[in-house]
Every structure is written in C-alpha cells, then in structure tokens.
C-alpha cells in the first residue's frame, strides 16, 4: 500500500474513532451526524465543510493535518469534529452573504466553542481551553447569550482592532470557512438542518438536565430554529377590506372606452370607476410600554419601523383610526391618528410618558371601553411592544381583535404570554435600521 493510502486509512480510522467518542458522550447526535460525509483532499493542508454538496454536508481534510492534529493532542478532532457540526446545526454557513464575513467567522467560533466547552465533557479538553473559558466569560458579560448573531452584533458595535480581532480568530477558529456561501441550488438545505436542529433541541433537555447546568447548547439551537418573521407582512394581518380613491383596473373595459373616443371624439362610452375594494389598515392599536425598563431610542426605532411601513399608500387608507397608546402601570396618554399627517405630527412632537412600573391590563380595559363607546367600528387588533416584563391579563378580551406582544431579541429569553395571544420577536437590525435612516 501507497504512503498517501495509508494515510488516508490512518485519517479515516481518527475520523471513525472521534464519532464513535460523540456518540458515546452525546447520543442525541446521531442524526446530525448522520448528515456529514468525509472526503480526503490530499495538499490542501486545511480541513473545510462545505454545506452544498449533493446529499449531504462534506467535510473536505487533508489526512497529513488530521494526522498531525492527533498526533499533537487526540482530542484535537473530536473537538474539530464536533465543532464543524453544531456549525450546520446551528444554521452558521446560511447567513454568510448576509453578514460582515469576517466578524461573523469570528461570531460563529466563539459560539461553538462556548457551547462545546458548556457540556463540561471530560476526555474533551485541548489546549488553550482555559484561555478560551476566560474570554468567554468576558464577553458574556459584552454580549449577553453566547449566540453567533449576538457576538456578531457585538463586534459590529464595539468595531475591535485588527489584532484583537485576530487574536480571537486564532483562538477559536478549528475549521475554514470557504465552503460557506449562497449557491444557486442547495442540497443540504438550511431547512433540513433546521429540522435536525428541531430533532436535537427536543432530545438534549432531557441531557441538559443530567449532565450540565449551562444552556448554551440549547440557546444556540433555540437561535438557529426560531421563525423569521417580516414586521411588514404582519402588520398587514391586521387589514380590513374597504373602498379606496384608486382607478380600478381590473373592472374597466378599455375596448369600449377607446370605441368611445374614436366614435365621438371626447366621449368614451365607459369611464374607469374611481374606487377600488382594497385590503388596507384602517383601525388598530399600537400599545407601547413606558416602564422604566423600556429605553426611550428602543420606542423611537420601533415607532420609526412601524410608521415607515403604515405610511406606504399600499398599506395605508388615506382615512383611520388608529390609537397610539402609551401605558406603564396605567395609561398615559391616547394619540388618536386619523391620517399620514396625523402620524408625521406624532413622530415629530409626540413625547413618551410614563416609566413607572409595567401592567399590561389598563391598556386592554381602556380599549374594551373605547369599543363600547363607539370609537372604533371594526378593530382588528392591538399589537403591544414591550419588553414583557409585567402584570398580564387573565383572560383574553371580549371582543373580536387579535392581540400580538412583540419583543425585540435582544434579550435572550423574553417571558412567556397568554395562550390567546400573539408572541412577536423581532431582530434588532431591522430596528436599527429604521433609526439610521
């Protein structure tokens, strides 16, 4: 046998011997790794996956580096091997074109590394791992929750040097990241991995609770299977049908309308009807809660967010009622808006009131009442943006509009809210988007 076969077979029988180690330790894997195959790439003198093979993610090594890496400490590829894992499970390489590549390579490291070292496996340590808990720590208390999308967010706002940058790189970094990237046809799909993440989030809470006290694992797959949700597309759940100033096109005829004109000169035979039924919002709430836990810049960019889409025409009846409700532990004040300049006027005078402590139900007797006054005649729903930490209503209320709470995910865990309502978790980008602009 050839030198470069044997070893070959010697990198394929580490490779075999580190996922026999994981299996072992962390059973709930065995569908994730089911979804790697391994492929020698001799001289490349790196080891990458790339997600977008046909059927299956390929880890791609040069078997001289795995060789080298064992030889130096055995740990060394399991950890790499794990590593490269919870990378497709937490969904990493799929935001690639979306992000600052290079700080999100560094995000990524560091999350995995963190929820690694979290497990407390013994038989798992390699070196530097010490220094790598410390950093950690350090940046918990930067970042929060350890995701890749908080580090990220982190690292965008503090804008480190180049050799602090570096130094973190160096530090967590066990694979290279070419493979990561859009293409046109994905095999192994990020819906596919999202489903393994699924599978493993529900067998690793009975593991979390046995062998570790840290939920790193478990926040990263929470991260990685949420639901994305478009802030515009749900707003327009709350729209109602109506006539709307508009030539309709779908029910004028222009056959008979140029007859017309040829016919009579200036006299065509049909005019184009001037309304249109339309699906538009025209009557809801906007809550927000003023408690001191609510930062005034987190209410102005949520504000900014939801008037940039009401006030495009598609969105908006040129007549509404809509409520601007601001509210701590009662309500504050009521901000009737009936048109776009209503609205503008808002934005630029209005001033929050309130920051005492939080109690969500005045706003929803408040909104009871107003419906029984008359005030509104068809309202579809209350959308209440608040960082969730207050008194919640026992009972939905009586009448027919949907109730959403909407958070920002900057925090990590927001508390849990009635059945009868909607739970909204936003990104940040998004929001901050709307306050640069």
């Not at 590549?101 to 340590?125: C, H, K, R, T, Y």
């Not at 609770?209 to 299977?225: I, R, V």
């Amino acid at each position: 046998m050839e030198l470069a076969e044997k070893t070959e077979a010697l990198a394929q029988k580490i490779w075999s011997l580190s996922r026999d180690r994981l299996l072992v330790h962390l059973r709930f894997l065995n569908v994730a790794l089911a979804g790697l195959r391994l492929q020698a790439k001799n001289g490349s003198d790196q080891i990458i996956c790339d997600v977008n093979t046909p059927g299956a993610a390929t880890i791609y090594y040069d078997p001289m580096v795995v060789i080298r890496l064992y030889k130096n400490n055995p740990n060394n590829i399991i950890r790499l091997h794990l590593h490269i894992l919870l990378h497709c499970i937490f969904s990493h390489s799929y935001k690639y074109d979306r992000v600052e590549q290079e700080l999100w390579d560094v995000a990524a490291d560091m999350a995995v590394e963190n929820a690694v070292l979290s497990l407390g496996i013994s038989g798992m340590e390699t070196l530097e791992d010490e220094e790598r808990r410390t950093v950690l720590a350090q940046w918990q208390k930067r970042a929060g929750t350890l995701t890749a999308d908080r580090i990220y967010r982190s690292l965008r706002k503090d804008r480190l040097g180049i050799s602090e940058l570096f130094e973190l790189g160096r530090l967590f970094r066990r694979d290279a990241h070419e493979g990561w990237g859009p293409v046109e046809t994905l095999e192994m799909t990020e819906a596919q991995w999202k489903k393994i993440s699924e599978r493993i989030k529900a067998e690793l809470k009975s593991f979390s609770e046995d062998k570790s006290d840290d939920k790193s694992l478990l926040q990263n797959l929470e991260e990685a299977t949420k639901e994305q949700y478009d802030y515009g597309d749900f707003l327009r759940r709350f729209s109602v049908s109506g006539e709307d100033m508009q030539i309709n096109d779908d029910e004028f005829d222009y056959v008979y309308y140029t007859y017309g004109l040829s016919l009579y000169g200036n006299l065509p035979l049909v005019e184009p009807l001037e309304y249109k039924d339309v699906n538009k919002i025209k009557e809801f709430v906007i809550a927000i809660d003023t408690s001191g836990s609510c930062r005034g810049a987190v209410v102005q960019s949520f504000l900014n967010k939801t008037y940039s889409i009401l006030k495009s025409s598609e969105n908006f009846f040129r007549k509404v009622n809509i409520h601007i409700i601001q509210c701590d532990s009662e309500v504050r004040r009521d901000t009737k808006i009936t048109s776009d300049e209503d609205f503008e006027a808002f934005m630029r005078e209005g001033q929050l009131e309130g920051f005492g402590s939080t109690d969500f139900r005045p706003v929803f007797t408040y909104v009871n009442r107003a419906i029984e006054n008359g005030e509104f005649e068809n309202l579809k729903g209350l959308i209440y943006f608040t960082d969730g930490y207050g008194v919640f209503p026992e009972h939905k209320p009586p009448y027919h509009y949907d109730t959403a709470f909407v958070f920002l995910e900057d925090d990590y865990e927001t508390p849990a809210i009635p059945p009868w309502a909607i739970k909204l978790v936003l990104p940040v980008e998004e929001f901050e988007d709307s306050v640069s602009a």
